[in-house]
């Protein structure tokens, strides 16, 4: 007890840094700039007749099709005449998020003439929670089979390739799809997966363990075989998406160069620039728009009755819409030299950067800019891009021009359209007569234009004088002020080479800028493309943080801060950490980690229980955390090695410094936690109990009767489990004892198959509690002469809660699916989950705490000559369930009840040794109070 104030201190700062980072991954983020998509008129799902076997063996499923207006009826009058797309709604998703992409696409359709049309089919999943259970994923995919293949039915013509588009876990189960037996991979060609979880987060059960494991092998496998004509889009929220990490959704990962499979945050999308979160990313309108677009060009010109079949066209359809190409590697020339067009005369601009601002209607004119070869890039930002604008001059005088085919990065300004830039990257070097020259000539022809055009061309110094910046540097205080001024773009390297780094930008811009203050990009270099935007909309501070979406695998390159400036402004530029955002990072990537450190601290904590009595554990932790460690860095290296990469994106001694801070935070959460059960206990069998009987009058309606009620029930509880004890301890001979003891167990059975396992664990945990409570009471010991009983009946206590708060999740899923109605109520409480995760569990449970509950009183006194053998093996077994957590259980959750499985049914022999041991005829507490 004499360390309890440092296990508060511990305790409260970790549960406080903790908190701030959850606060900084729940609310520290952008503002949701996504714009709403509208129905113009009144959406109406008509649904799909089934077969009679899929109705049989799905009744709580259902197929719909989206329409408005007109398209409502003839659908009623089950006239399909469009493209078929499928929407498949993710984790607790409905079947009406289909309407943004059905409404636009019916609307899109519309407008254009002669256009082909869509039917929109949702599925109804009757929002399962598919992400906590995988044993709905097998089902949902064998659902959505049967309605591919009724689909077309529908039609009066052949068959024709269908489009899917997966939202959450949906877009899994679109991969899922070609696992089927019966599913023809030709049908699907095209698939756009929104916030999708590509790669696990949690993996919650064995079968979703082994839904993942086989979706990828076959993916793997047949990427460029059965697989080589599908092209597959995934998009991430970004930093609003609080649920899917954009590095979940991150498909590079899976299929390394690969171009046919594309991953993308919708941040870094041209046109829509803006973090989604989960379910925004649905009916975000900008998104939307993009997708639909998109869809239409991908349309067969020929036939117009489906996607065209060239996978390279559909590829490059999704580039153009969904994917910026990079600016340095952009512009190619096409072999042909041209003469200048007639104009009146070109305007050339020998030194310095040059900087245009048409007027409406004005005529066409010609502008050259004369470019030192001892420059780096050649900065190009225009509001208009038209093709061939830009040429570089054979000549001095331009008589001769090589047109240069440019393809722009689109960048939002403050228009609706934003702008086009580029970066030039040694143009000098793509001619012949240009090569080795000291210096270039690029010509830029304006047309004529009902817009105002903009124009500015600045060189930029070299690659080897671009200014570098580094975490380590600022968080060592070094200064980071930079001062723009006067330049149109201005860019920098910034060395962020863990996910956990963060550091905040503050840009500050001058009084005298009213208007077009200028935009902010942060790159980063990699095959999922994670680039953000930011406005400089505030005209004194802008600040924005810079931080990773997803681990990069940067080589010899590092992420780039780009500002796009206004020449007439002035501007300071300071960088700083991020500290709020630092959590912010480790909170977000980190976080699903931590049940199984907290697991592993409360397994060792049951050292004590089988150790010499002073002995201080120190070097027990130490070690198991250090075999741990090996085991897992011996993975990174190897990955033939079974076991999971934790603390993916940070380097080896941020990951040993953050695996040493997260075992100390848990350790002192879970030391301050079992205090805690103490005093409960205490407080629970005896002074709340005494308090609320004595002082409070029974006629009063005050809280306090409620808790003496509930004291009551459970001294009642405790009372009963003491007097069905007590009749095994009035036999004297231990086949008596055996035959009782499946009591409690076949309660917990019972009610665990009937309903889910978690009620039987809280069942069983109740009980145990109730026969705690019902012990300390009678014993009246208070809390600062604790004897070894209590504190071993709290370490056991402290596991079962842990056993019980690891198996919430199968108990949300069972409620989930019950019905409002109280007869279908009382029906379906008896039909649990199938397979439920958590019924094993609750046997093993139920029979280790009802031997828990029988064992001796004091377990020093049924040691026998086994003892200190039966212990060594206790403290084995307690370090390899610890050291195997920490190793393989860390984003496999279930295997953490695994294992906690495993360390009970041990320790259940220890019990059963202590009661047959027990040859002293046991006194109840009711005997010796009497």
């Given at each position: ?18 908190a701030?980072?959850?606060?900084d ?106 992400a ?105 929220g ?37 973090s ?6 649905v ?58 067009r ?133 968080l ?40 077009n ?33 997803a ?43 931590l049940?199984?450190?907290f ?79 103490l ?13 609320a ?12 009767w ?56 809280l ?14 009471r ?6 600062s ?41 009382i ?50 077994v ?36 202590r ?5 002293q ?10």
């Amino acid at each position: 007890m004499r360390y309890l104030p440092l296990k508060l201190v511990l305790g409260a700062v970790s549960l406080g840094l903790f908190a701030l980072g959850l606060w900084d991954v729940l609310a520290n983020f952008e503002p949701n700039l996504c714009q709403m998509t509208y129905m113009f008129e009144y959406p109406n799902y008509v649904p799909i007749e089934m077969d009679e076997s899929v109705v049989k063996r799905f009744p709580q499923y259902g197929l719909y099709v989206y329409g408005e207006g007109a398209r409502t009826a003839a659908y009623e009058r089950k006239v399909y005449s469009g493209i078929p797309v499928l929407f498949i709604p993710g984790n607790a998703g409905s079947y009406r998020q289909g309407r943004s992409i059905g409404s636009v696409l019916l609307r899109m359709s519309e407008k254009r003439q002669n256009s082909v049309k869509f039917d929109v089919f949702t599925i109804d999943f009757n929002e399962e929670l598919a992400a906590l259970y995988g044993g709905f994923l097998s089902s949902q995919t064998d659902f959505v089979l049967k309605c591919l293949l009724h689909i077309p039915s529908l039609y009066g013509r052949p068959h024709q390739k269908e489009i899917l588009i997966g939202h959450s876990v949906g877009g899994l189960i679109a991969r899922g799809l070609f696992l089927k037996p019966g599913f023809d991979t030709s049908t699907v060609n095209t698939i756009f997966t929104l916030s999708t979880p590509h790669q696990p987060i949690l993996l919650v059960d064995a079968e979703m363990e082994e839904f993942y494991a086989d979706i990828d092998d076959y993916w793997s496998r047949s990427a460029n075989s059965t697989l080589k004509d599908v092209v597959m889009v995934s998009f991430a929220g970004g930093h609003r998406d609080v649920l899917v990490r954009s590095d979940r959704s991150d498909l590079s990962g899976l299929f390394a160069g690969n171009e046919r499979f594309l991953s993308m945050t919708t941040t870094s999308i041209p046109a829509v620039w803006a973090s989604t979160d989960h379910l925004c990313i649905v009916w975000c309108k900008q998104l939307t728009l993009a997708v639909a677009k998109a869809i239409f060009e991908m349309l067969d010109g020929k036939t117009k009755t489906g996607l065209v079949e060239d996978v390279d066209r559909r590829l490059e359809t999704a580039r153009k819409y969904f994917v910026n190409p990079k600016p340095d590697q952009n512009f190619t020339a096409d072999g042909t030299t041209e003469k200048p067009r007639d104009l009146a005369d070109i305007r050339f601009e020998n030194s310095g950067p040059l900087r245009l601002n048409t007027k409406k209607y004005q005529p066409a004119s010609a502008h050259a800019l004369v470019v030192d070869g001892s420059v780096g890039d050649i900065f190009i930002r225009s509001n208009h891009w038209r093709p061939k604008w830009i040429s570089l001059c054979l000549d001095a005088s331009c008589s001769g021009r090589l047109p240069l085919n440019i393809s722009p990065t689109r960048v939002p300004w403050f228009s609706e359209n934003g702008q086009f830039y580029t970066l030039l990257s040694d143009p000098w070097k793509i001619h012949p007569s240009s090569s080795g020259s000291s210096r270039i000539v690029l010509l830029f022809e304006l047309p004529k234009s009902e817009d105002v055009i903009t124009l500015q061309v600045e060189p930029t110094p070299t690659k080897e004088s671009i200014p570098s910046i580094s975490f380590w540097e600022v968080l060592l205080g070094v200064t980071q002020r930079f001062q723009p001024t006067g330049s149109s773009y201005f860019r920098l390297h910034v060395d962020l080479q863990e996910i956990w780094h963060a550091l905040h930008v503050d840009v500050t811009v001058s009084d005298q800028c009213k208007t077009n203050r200028g935009m902010a990009r942060f790159t980063v270099p990699g095959p999922f493309r994670q680039d953000t935007y930011k406005l400089l909309q505030h005209q004194r501070l802008n600040r924005f943080p810079l931080k990773l979406q997803a681990p990069a695998k940067l080589g010899d390159s590092f992420p780039q801060l780009e500002l796009f400036l206004n020449a007439e402004c002035a501007y300071d530029v300071t960088i700083t950490v991020a500290w709020l955002d630092v959590l912010g990072q480790v909170a977000r990537f980190y976080a699903v980690q931590l049940p199984a450190f907290f697991a592993a601290v409360v397994v060792m904590h049951l050292l004590p229980l089988y150790c010499q009595e002073g002995r201080s554990l120190l070097l027990d932790h130490v070690l198991v955390n250090v075999v741990a460690g090996v085991v897992l860095l011996f993975n990174r290296n190897f990955a033939e090695v079974s076991g999971d990469d934790i603390f993916a994106g940070s380097s080896i001694p941020s990951a040993v410094a953050m695996w040493a801070a997260f075992y100390l935070t848990t350790y002192s959460m879970v030391s301050l936690f079992e205090t805690a059960l103490l005093a409960m206990v205490a407080l629970y069998s005896f002074p709340i109990h005494w308090i609320a009987r004595r002082y409070v009058p029974v006629e009063w309606f005050h809280p306090v009767w409620f808790i003496f009620y509930c004291t009551n029930l459970v001294c009642f509880l405790g009372s009963f489990v003491s007097r069905l004890q007590s009749m095994q301890r009035r036999t004297s001979t231990w086949p008596a004892r055996v035959s009782i003891f499946p009591l409690f167990a076949v309660f917990v059975t019972v009610l665990s198959y009937v309903t889910c396992g978690e009620n039987g664990i809280l069942l069983a945990l109740l009980l145990y509690f109730a026969k705690v409570c019902y012990n300390k009471r009678n014993s009246v010991i208070s809390l600062s002469t604790t004897t070894s009983e209590v504190v071993e009946n709290t370490k056991i206590l402290l596991l079962a809660v842990l056993v019980t708060m690891l198996n919430v999740i199968p108990t949300l899923v069972w409620t989930k699916r019950l019905p409002s109605g109280l007869p279908g109520l009382i029906r379906s409480s008896y039909s649990g989950l199938d397979p439920d995760p958590s019924f094993t569990v609750s046997i093993v449970v139920g029979i280790v705490l009802d031997f828990a509950m029988r064992k001796g009183t004091n377990r020093r006194a049924t040691l026998t000559r086994f003892s200190g053998i039966f212990d060594l093996l206790m403290v084995l077994v307690i370090y390899g369930v610890a050291a195997a957590t920490l190793v393989y259980a860390q984003r496999v959750f279930y295997l953490i009840t695994v294992f906690m499985s495993v360390l009970l049914m041990v320790m259940s022999c220890d019990f059963v040794r202590r009661i047959f041991t027990d040859s002293q005829p046991l006194v109840s507490s009711d005997e010796k109070t009497r």
